[in-house]
């Protein structure tokens, strides 16, 4: 019951119990409306319970494009620092770089040869065979070698890029001071919006996310600073932010099911806990992973009390209810097996005789009203009975429950019996 929260209820212990309270539940009466009264509330508030303890946990969540457009402003108030570093340029030399993709554009063919051909023509000045010295344009160049990358697939046409795009790098290196550390800030920033990316990918199952170690990893890299950078990288954090929108995206399209948000973010199997505490800490982790099995066993015991769901369990706890075809509880043979001094000891109760006259009022309407409000509780004195039976009372674990549900009807009958 600790673990199941405030929320939980009696009848969330086991699926007898779910079934005993399912029984009331399709029968006419104040016991009916007891029980569902009790599921319903309980499922009008399982969205601000998601939401609220994740928010409380994770913090609230970010928008993916918001952040994107944060940094996509932070490159731009880059240029003041760019023109700087070009104000002390001096002419490029680019006839290495076109030697060498002369000679590469004899061999090469099909995709990567084309790509080649176009950094070969930027290169010129426009309209003519003549080579541009001017840095700022080989600055362009290397930014259109960059577009072209984010578009190219093949391999090979990907690697000439590469290798071109290093070349003109070089040059500016050389030409333009200052450059590389605005291009270390410029990088920063572009990895940050790869790791939010990222990010909404480490819960997923398919291939294209992170295994356990290899998401810890990404994680212990991305925090190291790249090129001339100074101080530790942003990427964890942002790993983090997007992994957080993905819970925000699974919660938002998922509210109404909650077995499948259990499933989405639990995962199968330890990984997503695993990819979680590597985000977010192992404790939080742990709190998001319980919450979400809470909610989902709620979501069990309202399927099985309120929709039909083991159907012939419900019939049986219909009969037991309404005495009608069925032994109330098997009691005789609970007691046959030790159960007398069991249910005596469990329920502190003097006269077992009592406790039987009790379990026969089971057709009473007062009686399953009482017994209904207490599958809806968690009435402490009920779960240390419970638990009493389960420990000390010596009957066998099959022959438990039937003591078990005998407890909850002489608890809802306790006035009416002799106490210690």
Do not use: C
């Not at 499948?260 to 998001?288: H, V, Y």
């Amino acid at each position: 019951m600790d673990k199941l929260g405030p929320g939980g209820m009696i009848m969330d212990l086991g699926e007898n119990l779910r079934s005993q309270a399912g029984g009331l539940a399709a029968l006419p009466g104040e016991g009916k409306a007891i029980v569902r009264g009790a599921v319903d509330a309980r499922n009008a508030g399982a969205n601000q319970r998601i939401t609220s303890t994740i928010d409380q946990e994770l913090g609230p969540a970010p928008i993916p494009s918001r952040i994107n457009a944060g940094i996509d402003v932070n490159q731009a108030n880059l240029s003041p620092e760019y023109r700087a570093a070009f104000a002390n340029a001096s002419p490029v030399n680019p006839r290495p770089i076109a030697t060498y993709l002369d000679r590469e554009l004899q061999t090469l063919r099909g995709e990567a040869q084309r790509g080649l051909q176009r950094v070969r023509t930027m290169l010129n000045r426009t309209g003519t065979q003549e080579l541009e010295s001017n840095p700022v344009t080989l600055l362009e160049t290397r930014k259109a070698i960059d577009g072209m990358l984010e578009t190219t697939v093949e391999t090979n046409a990907r690697n000439a890029l590469q290798t071109a795009r290093q070349a003109v790098d070089d040059e500016l290196r050389a030409s333009v001071p200052g450059i590389k550390e605005v291009d270390s800030k410029f990088a920063e920033l572009a990895r940050q919006r790869e790791a939010v990316g990222r990010g909404q990918q480490v819960l997923s199952s398919g291939r294209e996310a992170p295994r356990p170690a290899e998401l810890a990893q990404e994680v212990q890299e991305g925090a190291l600073p790249q090129g001339m950078q100074i101080g530790p990288s942003a990427v964890p954090m942002r790993l983090r932010e997007g992994a957080r929108a993905e819970i925000e995206r699974i919660v938002g399209t998922n509210a109404n099911d909650r077995v499948a948000l259990q499933r989405l973010i639990k995962g199968e199997g330890d990984w997503n806990r695993s990819r979680l505490a590597t985000l977010f800490g192992k404790d939080r982790a742990d709190r998001i992973i319980g919450l979400l099995d809470r909610e989902k066993h709620f979501a069990d015991t309202t399927d099985i009390v309120t929709r039909n769901s083991l159907t012939a369990a419900r019939q049986a706890s219909q009969q037991e209810l309404t005495g009608s075809g069925a032994e109330a509880f098997g009691v005789p043979q609970a007691f046959m097996a030790g159960g007398v001094a069991g249910a005596t000891r469990a329920t502190a109760m003097k006269g077992v005789d009592a406790v039987v006259e009790a379990l026969r009022g089971i057709k009473d309407e007062s009686t399953r009203t009482a017994m209904a409000r207490i599958l809806t509780s968690n009435n402490p004195d009920v779960l240390e009975a419970l638990l009493r039976a389960g420990r000390g009372s010596g009957v066998s674990g099959s022959e438990v429950d039937k003591v078990a549900r005998s407890l909850l009807l002489s608890q809802g009958q306790r006035s009416a019996l002799p106490q210690q």
